[in-house]
């Protein structure tokens, strides 16, 4: 069955780097692009942006070019989001998503990432 | 960039009402590409409709999706326990390919 797996929780100082991985399985990983979402605590979801699981290239939302990075490690079907220079403001649980034609259909379950000094 | 306004924000029913949700588009969308998902309290979001009114696999069948252009809305004929969560809706946009949510609906039991 296709699933999405995701990294632990994350403790992080503001400044500090932290990268997320989503392992995908029950399918072929490159067919399929992956989406990053975020949810602050209380809040809606906020699409972060995809990466071209094929060609590696990433397209970032605006509100998330800088200090974002999507990344692959094809051979292990694992999809990466590095957030450097952490701040508060980045204090969320982070889900990967897999695009399939216009919608998501199935998503992780989700990296809680908390910012604190 | 297509802003997506959901209303209302939080509302409540009891069991076996009729319950309605809009989703409406600040331009134009495409039918086929609004969506819906479901998410409770501590777990992703699982899609939910695609589409405008294709129900995702295991959905039950009191859902049901409508709407085009600007307005598009999620209905349950009657409402169940389980059916309490936040419903988001979701577009693409196709050029440059972007996606959207919208800021939800909390749906509770009355």
């Known amino acids: 069955q296709i699933q999405l797996v995701q990294s632990g929780p994350e403790l992080k100082k503001p400044g500090e780097t932290v990268k997320i991985s989503c392992k995908a399985s029950?399918?072929?990983?490159?067919?399929?692009?992956m989406n990053w979402v975020k949810q602050a605590p209380g809040k809606g979801l906020k699409w972060m942006g995809w990466?071209?699981?094929?060609?590696?290239?990433?397209t970032y939302a605006d509100d998330f070019k800088g200090r974002f990075a999507f990344s692959l490690e094809t051979s292990a079907s694992t999809a990466y989001l590095q957030i450097n220079n952490l701040k508060n403001e980045d204090m969320a649980t982070y889900f990967c998503?897999?695009?399939?034609?216009?919608?998501?259909?199935?998503w992780g379950q989700g990296t809680t990432l908390t910012v604190s000094s | 960039q297509i802003v997506l306004t959901q209303s209302p924000a939080i509302m409540s029913a009891s069991l076996g009402e009729r319950v309605t949700m809009t989703c409406t588009a600040s331009s134009s969308v495409s039918s086929s590409y609004l969506h819906w998902y479901q998410q409770k309290p501590g777990s992703s979001p699982k899609l939910w409709i695609y589409?405008?009114?294709n129900l995702a696999s295991g959905v039950p069948a009191r859902f049901s999706g409508s709407g085009s252009g600007t307005s598009y809305s999620l209905t349950i004929s009657s409402m169940e326990a389980e059916d309490a969560a936040t419903y988001y809706c979701h577009q693409y946009h196709r050029s440059p390919p972007t996606w959207t949510f919208g800021g939800g609906t909390k749906l509770e039991i009355k």
């Open positions: 029950g399918y072929t990983f490159t067919n399929y692009g």
């Open positions: 990466i071209n699981t094929y060609t590696g290239e990433p």
């Open positions: 998503a897999r695009g399939y034609q216009y919608y998501f259909d199935y």
């Open positions: 589409s405008t009114s």
